[in-house]
């Protein structure tokens, strides 16, 4: 055998074997709390005002809690990015990487907005509305399926086959945009009023909110009560043991990506029909690939999902607002903030699935080989 | 002839961004690490290097002439120290924490273009001594009409699109000839042999991301600084350009010298609009890069040609007590 190199680091890293719950999660609250600290104090960094170092957290609370519309804004992202995550997660869960929800929900939204604005104004607004519906939750799928099926059938890379497919998906939406309205090439048109689901509920954002409350409980069961759901967790943990018991595995994969898509699409019907009411290139604007994070955070479950769901749209939102009272640029301040604290949750899985420890220099070699006996 | 002559001088100017990106790119990934981070790396440096250019001409005096040289290299180690700080990030987190490579670039991507905007945003805007050391940089060989249409293509660049092909070339021969190139593709094919041969897995990881990443963030400045002759403005999507290096990586089979054509490609694709006026079909030819390097994986992956394949250990953890 080849000697190993030394190696003269004081600590080093192993594997945990059964972690209770309650540590678990005391380790991921902490991991926030420390993540919501570095947030406040890169605040007062990023802003040369001198803005005293509670400001950034009255602002978290205030920008979210302080109006009824707030809170339901506040719902209405939570659940966007709670509907993006819970798409890619039963894929994940039999490790297909399917970075592609920003690209399936940007279909969705295109297809959405053109049915919405091209059908001829004789029809009824219900009609266009459902044919919206199936045309965007289509579109979703046709994004999602394509990198399915060359992954299935060639073993193409599907985490850069997604990714691609994001950004094609991006300029289609622009091309679209475009295309439609020659004079102004930069905005969509305005889509009628009638024809969003917006009237319908009288507020805002309500069904977005009603699509991911009832979709995440559904999810969950399909997740954690169904042969299906089985099927998913046992490809994850083995291929072969799939196949041995007679999975097919390449079936599953596809099934999994149609509904992956299918609720991507909604997302992007759901956006266009019943918040912004137009297309524009930077609707997702990152919020796929964010959910990606949580959707891995949350270990593919759609309960812990919720959790940093919420998180990350508190942040989204609150942050936003404390950077106009800490008199910082608000625009891009959500990003950095968001940013960071996916960084330290991230790390904190380390902590969970390892154990720090500092390296002994006596040998116990000895004592192993009397506990073999 | 003159729009050919046009298309070709631009190209030139917008290649250095991609050849750079993808020189550090595959760096990277040459050692296993699919490092999602890239775009946010990219904005990094960036950043990086503008906060130089800046430092350096607010310290010369209103009327004195801007050192081209001296721009050159404040630029470069400032853009280069902010994009290894991203790489080191990645590192500890990948290698020493073990935390899976897409959530951690992804994270990276987000907190660097947040991050990098936010900081840019701030920046004093309309700086017209940047603009002018922007401008200043651009052509290395300031007699390049003297030379004919020629010259008017190919020696209207900037120092930063002969360094970067000329970086290209020498990443290429390190990685196919030499020890060093060999121990780090053998890392990024098989850590576990690696570690077995007596090859410091975790030193090699370290090191290509962070060089890599250095490289990674000279393309974010020549971006800003060249491409848009240092007239800053915090919606500038480096990012995207970031994106296109993962795909420029794959598209060269992970040899940078290839890159080196294939980002002059992309690079003619990026000023087609000057032909090309309208906006529709403008953004219907931006889909053709990702386009072909769906068609390449695909080809790719049909074929089973080792040499189109991402190194086989691409995007692993190596955590020895696993195997």
């Known amino acids: 055998m080849p000697k190993m190199p030394k190696i003269n680091f004081p600590l080093y890293a192993v594997k945990r074997i059964g972690i209770s719950k309650r540590t678990t999660w005391l380790i991921r609250g902490g991991a926030v709390l420390v993540a919501l600290l570095l947030a406040g104090v890169m605040s007062t960094f990023l802003t040369t005002a001198g803005t005293p170092f509670i400001d950034f957290y009255k602002g978290l609370f205030v920008g979210t809690f302080n109006h009824s519309e707030d809170i339901i804004t506040l719902l209405c992202g939570i659940s966007i990015y709670l509907l993006l995550a819970i798409a890619v997660a039963p894929a994940f869960r039999m490790k297909f990487w399917n970075i592609g929800g920003e690209g399936q929900a940007m279909a969705g939204a295109i297809v959405t907005a053109i049915i919405l604005l091209k059908m001829p104004s004789t029809m009824p607004d219900t009609l266009v509305i459902i044919m919206a519906l199936i045309g965007g939750v289509l579109a979703g799928i046709i994004w999602a399926v394509i990198p399915a099926i060359f992954k299935v059938k060639c073993r193409t890379n599907e985490t850069l086959f997604t990714l691609m497919m994001n950004y094609i998906a991006t300029f289609l939406a622009a091309f679209v945009i475009a295309f439609v309205n020659t004079s102004h090439p930069e905005s969509f048109p305005e889509i009628d009023p009638n024809r969003t689901i917006i009237k319908i509920f009288g507020i805002k954002y309500i069904p977005i909110v009603i699509a991911a409350v009832v979709l995440t409980f559904l999810l969950y069961f399909y997740l954690k009560k169904t042969k299906h759901g089985y099927e998913l967790s046992v490809i994850g943990n083995s291929t072969n043991t799939a196949r041995y018991i007679g999975m097919k595995s390449s079936w599953i994969a596809i099934r999994t990506m149609i509904m992956s898509g299918a609720i991507s699409g909604l997302v992007g019907f759901l956006i266009v029909c019943a918040q912004t009411a137009t297309l524009s290139s930077g609707l997702i604007s990152g919020r796929g690939f964010t959910a990606v994070l949580i959707a891995w955070l949350g270990h593919f479950n759609p309960a812990e999902i919720a959790i940093y769901s919420c998180l990350v749209g508190f942040l989204d939102q609150g942050s936003t607002y404390a950077a106009s009272l800490i008199g910082a640029n608000s625009t891009y301040f959500s990003g950095v903030i968001i940013g960071l604290v996916m960084l330290v949750v991230v790390t904190a899985e380390f902590f969970i699935n390892y154990q720090v420890k500092v390296r002994d220099k006596k040998i116990i070699e000895p004592k192993k080989k009397k506990e073999a006996q | ?323």
């Open chain 2, 1 to 323: 002839m003159v729009t050919l002559t046009l298309l070709v001088k631009n190209a030139i100017r917008y290649m250095a961004v991609y050849i750079f990106g993808a020189t550090g790119d595959t760096i990277i990934e040459k050692g296993g690490h699919l490092n999602m981070g890239v775009p946010g790396i990219m904005f990094f440096g960036a950043y990086g290097g503008i906060l130089g250019t800046l430092l350096y001409v607010n310290g010369v005096p209103a009327d004195a002439p801007l050192n081209t040289a001296l721009i050159i290299i404040i630029s470069i180690i400032f853009a280069t120290l902010f994009a290894a700080i991203g790489g080191l990030i990645y590192c500890v987190l990948t290698v020493s924490l073990k935390c899976n490579q897409n959530i951690v670039g992804l994270s990276i991507t987000t907190f660097g273009i947040g991050l990098s905007r936010y900081l840019i945003s701030v920046l004093p805007t309309g700086n017209l001594r940047l603009v002018e050391a922007g401008r200043q940089i651009q052509n290395l060989f300031p007699g390049y009409m003297s030379a004919g249409t020629f010259g008017e293509m190919f020696l209207s660049g900037s120092f930063f699109t002969y360094f970067a092909i000329i970086l290209a070339v020498v990443v290429s021969v390190i990685l196919a000839k030499t020890k060093v190139g060999l121990n780090l593709r053998a890392v990024g094919e098989n850590p576990a042999s690696a570690d077995a041969a007596g090859i410091n897995v975790n030193a090699y990881r370290y090191l290509s991301t962070i060089i890599g990443s250095a490289i990674v963030g000279i393309g974010g400045l020549v971006f800003l600084l060249d491409c848009h002759s240092g007239s800053i403005d915090p919606t500038d999507a480096v990012d995207s350009y970031g994106w296109l290096t993962l795909s420029i990586v794959i598209l060269s089979a992970w040899h940078s010298w290839i890159s080196i054509l294939i980002s002059f490609a992309i690079g003619m694709l990026n000023v087609l609009p000057i032909i090309f006026t309208d906006p529709a079909v403008t953004n219907l030819i931006r889909t053709i890069p990702y386009v072909a390097t769906i068609v390449v994986l695909i080809v790719a992956s049909v074929l089973g040609s080792k040499k189109l394949q991402p190194p086989a250990g691409l995007g692993q953890n190596y955590f020895r007590e696993d195997r």
